[in-house]
T-cell receptor
Framework: GQQLNQSPQSMFIQEGEDVSMNCTSSSIFNTWLWYKQDPGEGPVLLIALYKAGELTSNGRLTAQFGITRKDSFLNISASIPSDVGIYFCAGQPISNFGNEKLTFGTGTRLTIIP | SQTIHQWPATLVQPVGSPLSLECTVEGTSNPNLYWYRQAAGRGLQLLFYSIGIDQISSEVPQNLSASRPQDRQFILSSKKLLLSDSGFYLC?????????????FGEGSWLTVV
């Protein structure tokens, strides 16, 4: 099925650094979601965005719904060891409205270097 | 509050044996239910989607089947497992159509076919 373009695929950073990742699509979306998956567990919802231009924070996390409705980014400030994991974006294309299935990104694997 | 639980958490099965993974949701009624598969280090692949009892949509042709005998119960099955069925299986739910499409995941089930 359709997947979103999520980048980067992986990141290796030092503790304390800021992190930025994004998702883009050729389709217009009416919802953007960001999830984090710890090893061996199910993804957990971090932030949900429902309006173009919306900027939402959750602690050290900030996510934005792009004005064009075709992209979204997630920033993590002052990374800590528990930020390690795989981050997924997900969204519902306008063309898919009424169908509740989400489209997922391919994931960004975050590793913190000691 | 709503909760989702799937079991077993880990399963090692021989090729050709049957499979049954179960998932239940509590604290909500008439949810949409999903089964995803995640190969090691990869993204999420939607396998099945259900909007109601005995209403199942299959997203990809495969060796697996799904059933929803009760409103909040979703079962993933196979009559004869293949090596390629190995992976991390995730059950998920969302609210019914027209009420938002944020998906919430279960803890996941590791299946190793040997």
């Amino acid at each position: 099925g359709q997947q979103l373009n999520q980048s980067p695929q992986s990141m290796f950073i030092q503790e304390g650094e800021d992190v930025s990742m994004n998702c883009t699509s050729s389709s217009i979306f009416n919802t953007w979601l960001w999830y984090k998956q710890d090893p061996g567990e199910g993804p957990v919802l971090l932030i949900a965005l429902y309006k173009a231009g919306e900027l939402t924070s959750n602690g050290r996390l900030t996510a934005q719904f792009g004005i064009t409705r075709k992209d979204s980014f997630l920033n993590i400030s002052a990374s800590i060891p528990s930020d390690v994991g795989i981050y997924f974006c997900a969204g519902q294309p306008i063309s898919n409205f009424g169908n509740e299935k989400l489209t997922f990104g391919t994931g960004t694997r975050l590793t913190i270097i000691p | 509050s709503q909760t989702i639980h799937q079991w077993p958490a880990t399963l090692v099965q021989p090729v050709g044996s049957p499979l049954s993974l179960e998932c239940t949701v509590e604290g909500t009624s008439n949810p949409n239910l999903y089964w995803y598969r995640q190969a090691a280090g990869r993204g999420l692949q939607l396998l099945f989607y259900s909007i109601g009892i005995d209403q199942i949509s299959s997203e990809v042709p495969q060796n697996l089947s799904a059933s929803r005998p009760q409103d909040r119960q979703f079962i993933l099955s196979s009559k004869k497992l293949l090596l390629s069925d190995s992976g991390f299986y995730l059950c998920a739910w969302s609210k019914g159509a027209g009420t938002g499409n944020t998906i919430y995941f279960g803890e996941g089930s590791w299946l190793t076919v040997v």
